[in-house]
């Protein structure tokens, strides 16, 4: 609840204050800079296609939160956790249509 108010706090006042906002994307830039060396470790074992977009794989966990935090909507509970990492690695397809050539 403290991490989920400051982040509000943080968009927030990032739109008012351009101090604030350069703080909050350096943060933010730190944050998906680790996350990209991570997916790049994945696809260098070959646990992650090479294809991928790595700036959208990274960003779109932190669209969620930042959705969620704008809107007031819950933030997802740590027992989510290995269903949203489930979701950015296996996407939205069915396995069958995951397993099909692209056309």
């Known amino acids: 609840a403290e991490g989920e108010a400051f982040l509000r706090m943080s968009i927030a006042e ?3 204050d351009e101090r604030i906002a350069a703080l909050y994307r350096a943060s933010t ?5 680790q996350s990209r060396i991570t997916f790049q470790r ?3 074992r070959g ?6 977009d790595i700036d959208s794989a990274v960003q779109w966990l932190g669209g969620v939160i930042t959705v969620r935090a ?3 909507r819950p933030m997802p509970p740590d027992d ?5 990492v489930e979701f950015t690695l296996r996407g ?3 396995d069958e249509v995951a397993a099909r050539p692209p056309t």
């Open 14 to 16: 990032s739109v008012r």
């Open 29 to 33: 830039i730190r944050r998906e800079e």
């Open 42 to 44: 994945a696809i260098d």
């Open 47 to 52: 646990e992650v296609r090479t294809d991928i």
């Open 70 to 72: 704008v809107s007031g």
């Open 80 to 84: 989510d956790v290995d269903a949203l």
């Open 92 to 94: 939205v397809l069915a």
